[in-house]
């Protein structure tokens, strides 16, 4: 397996350079596509200026913020769903009702309520953050070991204690799972708001390189959302497998 | 059991119906501006009234008909993009980093690449929510046909079956469970882009529909299309359940 990692860069490398030669034979100024070398140039331009930084940073900055937010809303619904049986039956049908709806039909609402700028967009993805967070994290709440919960009630802990030095501490390879599952969500849909409404980050940047007809900067920026979501992607799947090791593969897989 | 799950379900509805009657005396008492939040009462009656005098149901049909033949063509060609690339060890080590690489990436970010390319028409829309829907049921069918258990390929080959059998008659079956579970995933994407598209292409359906209204503060309208939207996103849940037990069902008999 070591030995062929060069084979997943064969593909790629040829796709680069036949369109690279593709666009400089047919040698038309395009309005719709550019040649990887004038993409790469785009891209070191818009990076060196600090425009693309920026956009990178706002919609970091709010996929950051819902994340945090939604995700802390869906662990603690997730553990009360999880740890008080009958809240989860009732709530059952409120759940499902709400959980369904697309992401984005909740941006028009958003869009009314907030205006345009950071607090919408942080709302929409908290929004679509709180379920899957809610959903794993009540899950995990249902596989931890009872034997632990009846060591708490032999040690007489009390409700914050229990949650605090078992609970937690059981679930939390799962609930490492949730966010990294919920942090690729937060930036596609950050990047989707940024897209379809708010004059903001990333998306935003992409849309104005369209509509100005740099079709070498707009490429530039899809290289770059690439870049950015691969990169969250891989830090935090490393961080999961140095935090939990072990623990994190076994629960991924048994999940 | 049965009627003690029955007693839940009901309680749950009850729960579900005093939230909605909280939603309507917050609205009733003004607790929160009625531009920004309608009673359950307008929302419902603009919904009637859209489908019955209005061409709400025009729209409906145009979102739900976007996302299916989207949907459909992003599960064929995924199907059997997977099926070769799944059976296929020498192709999945060229072309599995590069797939990896590109999956994080968020497919709304092609929208302002495909509207370069094809222009605002309705086959840059279905183009965008083929491309974005692709990716789980690629993903999931060649993570599907790698698992297929290796013994049943040698089966495959001491009984001298064409490759073309040995997909139709071991692996697919084999993989169908992985390959539906990308299906599922599939087609929420193929609903969120659905409607992503028609905000920004402004093609006629839900999500233009729900924008225009938002933008000229017809809050009751708005909360009508995302009430739609979240039926949608049910109904379709439930429509690929039902289709997953029905294709799925020797899987339990089987256990």
Same mark, same amino acid.
């Given at each position: ?88 039956? /009732?709530?059952?049908? #409120?759940?499902?009702? @709400?959980?369904? =709806?697309?992401?984005? *039909?909740? &941006? $028009?609402?958003? +869009? ?42 032999? /040690?007489?802990?009390? #409700?914050?204690?229990? @949650?605090?030095? =078992?609970?937690?501490? *059981?679930? &939390? $390879?799962?609930? +490492? ?79 | ?255």
């Amino acid at each position: 397996m070591k030995r062929s990692w060069w084979k997943g860069l064969v593909v790629p490398a040829a796709l680069i350079v036949a369109a690279e030669i593709a666009m400089r034979l047919s040698n038309t100024t395009s309005m719709s596509l550019a040649a990887p070398s004038d993409i790469l140039a785009a891209l070191l331009r818009a990076l060196f200026d600090g425009s693309m930084l920026v956009a990178t940073r706002d919609t970091l900055a709010s996929a950051g913020a819902g994340l945090l937010l939604g995700g802390l809303l869906g662990l603690l619904l997730g553990m009360i769903f999880g740890l008080i049986p009958i809240v989860n039956r /009732l709530m059952e049908v #409120t759940v499902e009702a @709400i959980r369904p =709806i697309p992401s984005v *039909a909740v &941006l $028009p609402i958003a +869009m009314l309520v907030f205006g345009f700028g950071y607090s919408m967009e942080i709302a929409i993805v908290a929004f679509s953050c709180l379920w899957p967070v809610m959903i794993l994290t009540r899950a995990a709440m249902a596989g931890i070991e009872p034997r632990l919960i009846e060591v708490a009630r032999a /040690l007489r802990l009390s #409700t914050t204690q229990r @949650i605090a030095k =078992i609970v937690l501490p *059981a679930a &939390l $390879p799962r609930i +490492m799972v949730a966010v990294r599952l919920a942090a690729a969500i937060a930036l596609v849909v950050a990047v989707t708001v940024e897209i379809a409404a708010n004059p903001l980050g990333l998306g935003y940047g992409i849309l104005v390189a369209q509509q100005g007809l740099q079709p070498d900067l707009m490429l530039a920026y899809l290289v770059w959302i690439g870049v950015v979501g691969w990169s969250l992607n891989a830090t935090l799947a490393f961080a999961e497998k140095r935090l939990f090791g072990r623990a994190a593969q076994v629960e991924a897989a048994g999940a | 059991m049965k009627w003690s799950r029955l007693l839940s379900l009901l309680a749950s509805f009850l729960v579900t119906a005093l939230f909605v009657l909280a939603w309507k005396l917050v609205a009733d008492y003004k607790l929160v501006s009625p531009v920004f939040l309608p009673g359950p009462d307008r929302a419902w009656t603009s919904l009637v009234r859209g489908f019955t005098t209005g061409d709400l149901g025009v729209k409906f049909l145009a979102t739900v008909e976007r996302m299916f033949w989207g949907w459909l063509i992003a599960s064929l060609i995924g199907v059997a993009l997977g099926a070769a690339i799944g059976t296929s060890p020498k192709l999945r080590a060229y072309l599995a980093p590069m797939l990896e690489f590109l999956r994080p990436l968020p497919a709304s970010a092609t929208i302002p690449v495909a509207i370069a390319v094809l222009g605002l028409s309705d086959g840059m829309v279905l183009a965008v929510i083929a491309f974005g829907a692709l990716w789980p049921v690629l993903l999931a069918t060649i993570h599907g046909f790698a698992a297929v258990e290796p013994r049943l390929y040698e089966v495959g080959r001491a009984l001298r079956l064409s490759r073309a059998t040995v997909i139709a008659k071991i692996a697919l079956p084999s993989a169908s469970p992985d390959i539906l579970a990308g299906m599922r995933l599939g087609l929420t994407v193929a609903l969120i882009l659905s409607v992503v598209c028609e905000m920004i292409a402004g093609r006629d359906g839900l999500g233009n529909w729900i924008l225009l209204a938002a933008r000229s503060f017809r809050a009751p309208d708005l909360y009508a299309g995302v009430i739609l939207l979240g039926l949608l996103g049910y109904f379709t849940a439930i429509a690929i359940g039902l289709l997953e037990a029905r294709l799925l069902v020797w899987r339990s008999r089987a256990r």
